[in-house]
């Protein structure tokens, strides 16, 4: 069956730095979607993307889809601690897929 | 907007004991609902898509007749765990869609409940 990955699972920085985690499925995804979890909190959705290569921004993030639709980025530039937590990518096969979430990277930032 | 809402927030119960779980759109009208399980440090691991009025369809491995899912109007889902186990302890969350639950649809999600049998 389709599986997702992620890496890192874990990621320290300091603060400033910037940081990178990567998304692969072993199958082509309709969509990718990446969401953030906060220490003790819940999954918040970020942003979805559909098309290849998609590249969209939201501040000092930068998704990224791949051209074969079976990988993805998310880059944080200059690190804050409000940056912590875990990310996690999700995509199904198909729109009518089930969405799989990867495991997760968890980023801690160093003050 | 998309205020999901979960209760309750941490629950500990003796084992063998039925705990319900309930999640709530809050400001839209979910006709998807999902429920995740989530083990410490782990991702999310879904148990079951339900529909307002229709049964739950339930991943492969999550018994149906232990977890039992209620999607009873478009507002409101409820997960029962009926005689828990220590097993059974952990985070749950539920996400709703507002839509079909088309993959496109954006998922929000539930505050999470955390689960202890003792």
């Known amino acids: 069956g389709q599986q997702v990955m992620q890496i890192p699972q874990y990621q320290h920085v300091q603060e400033g730095e910037d940081f990178t985690t990567y998304c692969n499925s072993s199958?082509?995804?309709?969509?990718i979607q990446w969401y953030k979890q906060r220490p003790g909190g819940h999954p918040v959705f970020l942003i979805q993307?559909?098309?290849?290569?998609e590249v969209k921004k939201q501040k000092r993030l930068t998704f990224q889809f791949g051209e074969a639709k079976k990988n993805s980025s998310l880059h944080i530039t200059a690190t804050q601690t409000t940056d912590v937590g875990t990310y996690f990518c999700a995509g199904p096969e198909t729109s009518y897929d089930k969405v799989i979430f990867g495991p997760g990277t968890s980023l801690s930032v160093i003050p | 907007g998309a205020v999901v809402s979960q209760h309750p927030s941490r629950v500990i119960c003796k084992s063998g004991t039925s705990v319900k779980i309930e999640c709530r759109s809050l400001?839209?009208?979910?006709?998807?609902m999902f429920w995740y399980r989530q083990f410490p440090k782990q991702s999310l691991m879904l148990m079951a898509t339900?529909?307002?009025?229709?049964?739950?369809?339930?991943e492969q491995g999550v018994e149906k007749d232990k977890f039992l899912i209620n999607h009873a109007s478009l507002t409101l889902s409820t997960l029962t765990v009926t005689s828990a186990h220590p097993e059974d302890s952990s985070f749950y969350i539920c996400?709703?869609?507002?839509?079909?639950?088309?993959?496109?649809?954006?998922?929000?999600f539930g505050p999470g409940t955390r689960l202890t049998v003792l």
């Open positions: 199958t082509t995804l309709s969509n």
């Open positions: 339900s529909n307002e009025g229709s049964k739950a369809t339930y």
């Open positions: 400001d839209f009208q979910a006709t998807t």
């Open positions: 993307l559909v098309k290849s290569g």
């Open positions: 996400s709703a869609s507002r839509a079909s639950g088309a993959s496109t649809d954006t998922q929000y």
